[in-house]
T-cell receptor, first 112, second 115 residues
């Protein structure tokens, strides 16, 4: 069955630096890979989606890459701010139904 | 507010009791999903509906769990004979199936504590 690993449980960086989060999967390459942000006590919020035939996607300070050979996605936040502190979840779509398989998440802390 | 809403936000119950949660999706969305999340884990898929039809159930969903979506609008998730292991955040999400990618919009969740 598909397994997803996010490289670290926690990542601490200094304000202004680029945060890079990793998502690795073990089995088939999904058609889509999604990234969500989750704040404590709240539901996840969609950030970006990348298709298997796309190498890179950008949205403001966010960038996602998708390497189906390495079975890996990287999520970058440039010019990070303390407000970016949250847990970031990687998710793969399973089949055509749209239900998502999530990683455990990486908790990002941006220090001023 | 036109987002996904869930009720109640918190529920404390004693082991063996039945509980029911409600989810109101974004009105034009035809897909509705239920997930469960425990501390330090990502959400785990439980079940999903397309309109009023329940199309898939996870093996996580024991026969104590039942979900409905009458008329393809709001949905309810019932847990019978609750156990301490059912303590978790129950998340509802909705999406619009229009071919292609399925960005999901999540509600705030219902936090269940079973004593």
């Amino acid at each position: 069955s598909q397994k997803i690993e996010q490289n670290s449980e926690a990542l601490n960086i200094q304000e202004g630096k680029t945060a890079t989060l990793t998502c690795n999967y073990t089995n088939y390459s999904p058609a889509y890979l999604q990234w969500y942000r989750q704040d404590p006590g709240r539901g996840p919020v969609f950030l970006l989606l990348i298709r298997e035939n796309e190498k890179e996607k950008r949205k403001e300070r966010l960038k996602v890459t998708f390497d189906t050979t390495l079975k890996q996605s990287l999520f970058h936040i440039t010019a990070s701010q303390p407000a970016d502190s949250a847990t970031y979840l990687c998710a793969l779509e399973r089949g055509s139904q749209g239900n998502l398989i999530f990683g455990k998440g990486t908790k990002l802390s941006v220090k001023p | 507010d036109t987002g996904v809403s869930q009720d109640p936000r918190h529920k404390i119950t004693k082991r063996g009791q039945n509980v029911t949660f409600r989810c109101d999706p974004i009105s034009e969305h035809n897909r509705l999903y239920w997930y469960r999340q425990t501390l330090g884990q990502g959400p785990e898929f439980l079940t999903y509906f397309q309109n009023e039809a329940q199309l898939e159930k996870s093996r996580l969903l024991s026969d104590r769990f039942s979900a409905e979506r009458p008329k393809g609008s709001f949905s309810t998730l019932e847990i019978q004979r609750t156990e301490q292991g059912d303590s978790a955040m129950y998340l509802c999400a909705s999406s619009l199936e229009a071919g292609g990618a399925h960005e999901q919009f999540f509600g705030p969740g219902t936090r269940l504590t079973v004593l």
